[in-house]
T-cell receptor
Framework: AQKVTQAQTEISVVEKEDVTLDCVYE???????LFWYKQPPSGELVFLIR??????QNEISGRYSWNFQKSTSSFNFTITASQVVDSAVYFC???????????FGKGTRLHILP | GAVVSQHPSRVICKSGTSVKIECRSL??????MFWYRQFPKQSLMLMAT?????????EQGVEKDKFLINHASLTLSTLTVTSAHPEDSSFYIC???????????FGPGTRLLVL
């Protein structure tokens, strides 16, 4: 069975603090893809990153960074120097290579306080 | 990146009526489109997978006679909520997948409110 767990339901931090959003996944597939999406209040999903199961390199994009660890089945997302505009719901998701379906975690609601 | 649109963005209807939501891939041909439903403060749940020219595949627990999906062309899929009831009120999101490309592109969503 495939599953994505985002244990943090809601997080509040003060602006400029760093914050890490956790994501743990379960899959029996050897080939799979992991994603992070941002959903601001408008509702539209914003694609942030895709990582395939064979690429464990960590990635940095501006203030965003991702830590993929197959040994712990985790794909954590860190925002450094957070800003109010980062306030949103963030979803971690998993897609296998067989049927293209994406399974979403329950999301983490992030509040950045001014 | 590729662009997916949805129409309408918001719809309010009376209980018992049917509502059609369109999902279009604007700058690419989408072999596969997906329909999701998201209740307030919850995650996205896949409802069905739609392949051009064939019948949609519905997830367990989704009534195919209530949520009619048509994928008549490589750029358009429609979801019709038939005989809508207040419990069908939700945020409906479609996504489209490029052939041989791993990323799904999501539409902006349609908020449905059934009175």
């Amino acid at each position: 069975a495939q599953k994505v767990t985002q244990a943090q339901t809601e997080i509040s931090v003060v602006e400029k603090e760093d914050v890490t959003l956790d994501c743990v996944y379960e899959t029996r597939d050897t080939t799979y893809y992991l994603f992070w999406y941002k959903q601001p209040p408008s509702g539209e999903l914003v694609f942030l990153i895709r990582r395939n199961s064979f690429d464990e390199q960590n990635e940095i994009s501006g203030r965003y960074s991702w830590n993929f660890q197959k040994s712990t089945s985790s794909f954590n997302f860190t925002i450094t120097a957070s800003q109010v505009v980062d306030s949103a719901v963030y979803f971690c998701a998993l897609r296998n290579n067989r049927d293209d379906k994406i399974i979403f975690g329950k999301g983490t609601r992030l509040h950045i306080l001014p | 990146g590729a662009v997916v649109s949805q129409h309408p963005s918001r719809v309010i209807c009376k209980s018992g009526t049917s509502v059609k939501i369109e999902c279009r891939s604007l700058d690419f041909q989408a072999t596969t489109m997906f329909w999701y439903r998201q209740f307030p403060k919850q995650s996205l749940m896949l409802m069905a997978t739609s392949n051009e020219g064939s019948k949609a595949t519905y997830e367990q627990g989704v009534e195919k006679d209530k949520f009619l999906i048509n994928h008549a062309s490589l750029t358009l899929s429609t979801l019709t909520v038939t005989s809508a009831h207040p419990e069908d009120s939700s945020f409906y999101i479609c996504s489209a997948s490029l052939n041989y490309v791993e990323t799904q592109y999501f539409g902006p969503g349609t908020r449905l409110l059934v009175l």
